[in-house]
Nanobody, 116 residues
Framework: QVQLVESGGGLVQSGGSLRLSCAASGRYFSISNMGWYRQAPGQQRELVATITRDGKTNHADSVKGRFTITRDNAKNTVALQMNSLKPEDTAVYYC??????????WGQGTQVTVSS
């Protein structure tokens, strides 16, 4: 059974930074793809960034150059460094662990609020 626990959300002013972290339990972290997604009120959940088991990253155009996803296989964690935050980044951020066709787990989410 996989459990994902996000931390690091909070309230920050526009232009500020936050670092989200996701701790994963279970045996499959090193062979899993990991991702961060977000959902703003009244909107669909959207991809923010993903990182493959080999460390290849993909960032949404809206966060490129501002957000960076990283992983630490020794600690079973994935992080999202968020810089130059904007009010439109306000959302609940979710961690995802997935292996295509075999595993798809989500965390409970952490709130990020950016004030203008």
């Amino acid at each position: 059974q996989v459990q994902l626990v996000e931390s690091g959300g909070g309230l920050v002013q526009s232009g500020g930074s936050l670092r989200l972290s996701c701790a994963a339990s279970g045996r499959y972290f090193s062979i899993s793809n990991m991702g961060w997604y977000r959902q703003a009120p009244g909107q669909q959940r959207e991809l923010v960034a993903t990182i493959t088991r080999d460390g290849k990253t993909n960032h949404a155009d809206s966060v490129k150059g501002r957000f960076t996803i990283t992983r630490d296989n020794a600690k079973n964690t994935v992080a999202l460094q968020m810089n130059s935050l904007k009010p439109e980044d306000t959302a609940v951020y979710y961690c995802r662990q997935f292996i295509m066709g075999a595993l798809d787990s989500w965390g409970q989410g952490t709130q990020v609020t950016v004030s203008s």
